[in-house]
């Protein structure tokens, strides 16, 4: 601690500039974490320890459909409690500017989804409505639906059997996510849709799988598959972490996305970095000199330069691993819809402290040895 003075002194030469390296280096590990966060969830394995859902999806692509028979086959099975599926409707409500997902469902839906609290009557309305739709609070409010409501929606994929694409809907419920998830969705009856619709009667996108025993998971989503291996219509049953990463991931692949710009960020701010600490040895030159001129050996001078560059991407690190942590919680509520549950866990922080230990010294050493190689008489001399 006795050379603590003047790696501080050096430091605080240029206070502006050196709080300037420490935000820019603070804002990429901000985005480093948050970042890293997203990309471990899309590269991990998928986890079924613990889940009670599961999806069951086309083999061939989320957006291939599959006879809606599966649903007893899948609900004989040992372990199933219940089975309810869904499509993806799209379709627009006024304007292409108000999109919001419309989901096609049965009523047994709900029950597989407890979080879901459907407001008083509204499943009852719904099982007697055929045109009966279940809206998320957050959508009822932005566009002033109230219960009752005729809501028109133009189809884009689905024209009905009178080759006509306007379809009309009744408001019977709304539903809160008592987990914080989303509730900008709606949910429309599964029997007008499929009796309604042109093409693709009987046909589904997903089934919904409520199991008995959670730590079964893994086992059951295997039996799945096993039971329609081999058929026209080969399944891949995931969790809904998964198949919401699968989800996302059909507009490229996600985590290799996320990791080059994490990538090219931090090559940036390494330049940055190592800009700033060559400056700082080329205005240091007299002082550097006077110090080896009283003795002090370059090995030391090398340190001293090191240090600086460590002390600065540890706390600009530090910073933005803290500020990353305060926001995680917002940040992971926008990601769940399209990665799933993600964690800040321990392990990033740990890639923090390694990664900004890396930059200081990548980015420090080559000014720092230029420290070590200076000529006492040259550095004395120059002004």
């Known amino acids: 601690m006795k050379y603590w003075t003047i790696v501080r002194a050096a430091l605080t030469r240029k206070k502006v500039r050196t709080f300037m390296t420490i935000a820019s280096i603070a804002t990429a590990f901000l985005l480093f974490s948050l970042g890293r966060s997203v ?33 007893n086959r899948i609900e004989a099975l040992e372990g199933v409690e219940t089975v309810a599926w869904r499509q993806w409707f799209g379709g627009t409500y006024i304007d292409r500017a108000n999109f919001f997902p419309k989901w096609p469902v049965p009523e047994s839906y709900f029950d597989i989804f407890p979080e879901f609290i459907v407001s008083e009557g509204g499943k009852e309305a719904f099982s007697r409505n055929i045109q009966g739709m279940i809206a998320g609070a957050d959508t009822a409010e932005k566009y002033g639906w109230e219960i009752g409501d005729r809501i028109p929606i133009i189809g884009d994929i689905w024209v009905k059997d009178d080759n006509s694409n306007n379809w009309e809907f009744d408001l019977v419920g709304t539903f809160t996510n008592a987990n914080g998830g989303a509730q900008d969705e709606a949910y429309i009856n599964w029997k007008y849709f499929d009796e309604s619709r042109a093409f693709e009667k009987g046909l589904v996108g997903q089934f ?42 059909q507009v490229g692949d996600i985590g290799f996305i996320i990791n080059s710009v994490l990538a090219a960020s931090f090559f940036t701010i390494l330049l940055l970095t190592a800009n ?33 560059s460590v002390l600065i991407c540890l706390i600009g690190a530090a910073i933005g691993v803290l500020l990353a942590f305060a926001l995680f919680p917002f940040f992971s509520g926008v990601a769940l819809g399209f990665a799933g549950q993600i964690e800040f866990s321990f392990s990033i922080v740990l890639s923090a402290i390694a990664l900004a230990l890396l930059t200081a010294t990548v980015s420090g050493l080559f000014p720092a040895y230029s420290a070590m190689r200076l000529n006492v008489v040259d550095a004395l001399r120059k002004n």
């Open 39 to 71: 990309a471990v969830a899309f590269t991990s394995e998928v986890d079924y320890a613990g889940k009670d859902r599961l999806v069951v999806s086309s083999k061939l692509s989320f957006t291939q459909a599959m006879p809606m028979s599966y649903a």
């Open 208 to 249: 919904s799988v409520k199991i008995r025993d959670p730590n079964q998971a893994e086992l059951i989503a295997k039996d799945i598959d096993s039971l329609f291996a081999n058929s026209p219509d080969e399944t891949k049953t995931s969790t809904e972490e998964a198949f919401s990463r699968m989800f996302a991931e």
């Open 276 to 308: 700033t600490m060559s400056q700082a040895v080329r205005e240091r030159t007299n002082e550097l000199g006077v110090l080896k001129s009283i003795g002090y050996p370059d090995a030391l001078i090398m340190i001293f330069v090191l240090m600086e």
